[in-house]
């Protein structure tokens, strides 16, 4: 098995670069509010249906509990199923023996990336932290990818950060969730813009529709944000992703799949290759 890039040959495999499973028995989700629609299990069966009536190949399973044991749950999902290409687990980037972990975790080929929930941090630059900053530059040392899961407070934090690890194979998720249902785009906007000058930074093109209104949102309250983002990092450099099961809150998985391939359906081809898989396969260096 080998990664492959976008071609204008459609060879992509159309990859969902971001979606979760979780299992409430196993593991204590804080961040869902009491009575969520989102507190019940969603596993691999779950989803496989879904993705055949999308039409979508591959995944990738992105953390949503912060312990090293959910990480190795998901890379054991990962090596039983047929659809999923990579994992972005959870390390503690504070622990100085991080790297004696990430030496377990590389030794499956699921392995992908890192990621923690930044934005649940009380402190908006926890991640520029000398202690996160040395895990990362672990990150780096290795290859091995980084999510920012950041809202726009984190933005201004990021490109500082990036100085320091200036070889760090990162991406942003989800946008960076701007208040699309408040139509509002700064700070957001300005400081995004100086990620995006960023060479090596990648942009999640997901997550958008429970930043909108959940019940009446629409594909226009989308476009002017997918945008600017367009502008600001090209296709080559977006991947999609859906965000299930907690883009439920606002839409169905085929709705997030339909809306997005209507966002880009007047790009070329080998763009929208970038978008739909390519940049993805290519970012985490995915198995298929």
Not at 99 to 114: A, C, I, M, N, T
Not at 206 to 223: F, P, Q, R, Y
């Given at each position: ?102 030496d377990k975790l590389q030794r499956s080929p699921w ?54 690890v200036p070889d760090l194979r990162a991406v942003i ?116």
């Amino acid at each position: 098995m080998t990664s492959i890039t976008a071609t204008s040959s459609g060879a992509s495999p159309v990859v969902d670069s971001h979606h979760h499973f979780w299992d409430l028995g196993k593991f204590d989700y804080d961040w869902m509010p009491e009575g969520s629609p989102l507190r019940v299990d969603f596993g691999p069966e779950d989803l496989r249906a879904l993705l055949k009536n999308a039409c979508v190949e591959r995944t990738v399973i992105v953390q949503a509990h912060q312990s090293l044991e959910e990480t190795y749950w998901l890379l054991e999902l990962a090596e039983a199923s047929d659809y999923v290409a990579g994992v972005v687990g959870w390390v503690d980037l504070t622990d100085p023996a991080v790297g004696l972990e990430l030496d377990k975790l590389q030794r499956s080929p699921w392995f992908k990336g890192v990621r923690h929930i930044w934005e649940g941090e009380t402190d908006a630059g926890w991640l520029d932290r000398p202690e996160a900053i040395n895990g990362l530059r672990e990150l780096e040392h290795r290859g091995i990818c980084y999510d920012f899961l950041v809202r726009p407070p984190n933005l201004p934090y990021v490109p500082r950060i990036m100085e320091k690890v200036p070889d760090l194979r990162a991406v942003i998720d989800h946008i960076a969730k701007p208040d699309i249902k408040g139509r509002k785009f700064e700070p957001w906007l300005s400081d995004l813009r100086h990620v995006a000058s960023v060479d090596r930074m990648r942009c999640k093109v997901s997550g958008m529709i429970t930043e909108a209104d959940h019940a009446n949102w629409s594909i226009d309250d989308l476009k002017p944000y997918v945008h600017h983002v367009v502008g600001m990092f090209g296709t080559d450099r977006l991947m999609f992703g859906t965000d299930w099961p907690v883009c439920t809150l606002a839409g169905s998985y085929e709705k997030v799949v339909s809306t997005a391939r209507k966002l880009f359906e007047s790009f070329t081809e080998l763009e929208r290759n970038w978008i739909f898989g390519g940049t993805a396969t290519d970012f985490y260096r995915l198995r298929h």
